[in-house]
């Protein structure tokens, strides 16, 4: 198994561009979240999925889109990208139930907006 | 009141030390709670769940007291291995599925 896969690891964008960054995992994880990190902030919830076509906003929501068309793939879109979303962007999966799981993090993707 | 709130260090200690973090959540509906571990530029990884009777995992003991909305976790005889960023995490939800809310981490470096 290779996990959660994240790609690109580094980016970088100049202010109004557009990108997708990918997510895939091969557990079989019904539920798939993005976080972005940032220095003293902690890891912020931006979008979150409970199953293929379902999904929903998290914390920082604004700027960001998602879709999940499958089970293993939870690309996250930037629509038009600004220096605020400068940050390291994480995507995590696990098993969905009426207990908590273990989250399962990707690498992470570097992001520098200019 | 920072909804999960931890000391963001550093906690600087030798090796074989003894070396203890809390974390307070501020929602006292929290369910689940765990501590995950971060590497310089990595992601985090879970370290272990916490459970209402306090657990432990060799050199690593986590409590938790509700009544106060706390969390800690005690590591005994520190490696060097052991340098990191300790999150403190706390499922906000009670309706089954994730909504996690992390603290910002507490970093530790442990010397020879």
């Known amino acids: 198994n290779a996990g959660v896969t994240q790609t690109p690891k580094f980016q970088v964008l100049k202010t109004g561009q557009s990108m997708t960054l990918q997510c895939a995992q091969d557990m079989n994880h019904e539920y798939m979240s993005w976080y972005r990190q940032d220095p003293g902030m902690g890891l912020r919830l931006i979008h979150y999925s409970v199953g293929a076509g379902i999904t929903d906003q998290g914390e920082v929501p604004n700027g960001y889109n998602v879709s999940r068309s499958t089970t293993e793939d939870f690309p996250l879109r930037l629509l038009s990208a600004a220096p605020s979303q400068t940050s390291v962007y994480f995507c995590?999966?696990?098993?969905?139930?009426?207990?908590?799981?273990?989250?399962?993090f990707g690498p992470g993707t570097r992001l520098t907006v200019t | 009141r920072k909804e999960v709130e931890q000391d963001p260090g550093p906690f600087n200690v030798p090796e074989g030390a003894t070396v203890a973090f809390n974390c307070t959540y501020s929602n006292s509906a929290s369910q689940s709670f765990f501590w995950y571990r971060q590497d310089c530029r990595k992601e985090p990884k879970l370290l272990m769940s916490?459970?209402?009777s306090g657990n432990e995992d060799g050199r690593f003991t986590a409590q938790l007291n509700r009544a106060s909305q706390y969390i800690s976790l005690l590591i005994r005889d520190s490696k060097l291995s052991d340098s990191a960023t300790y999150l403190c995490v706390v499922n906000w939800g009670n309706t089954g599925f994730q909504k996690l809310v992390f603290g910002t981490g507490t970093r530790l470096l442990v010397s020879p």
């Open positions: 916490v459970y209402s």
């Open positions: 995590a999966s696990s098993p969905l139930g009426l207990t908590s799981y273990e989250q399962y």
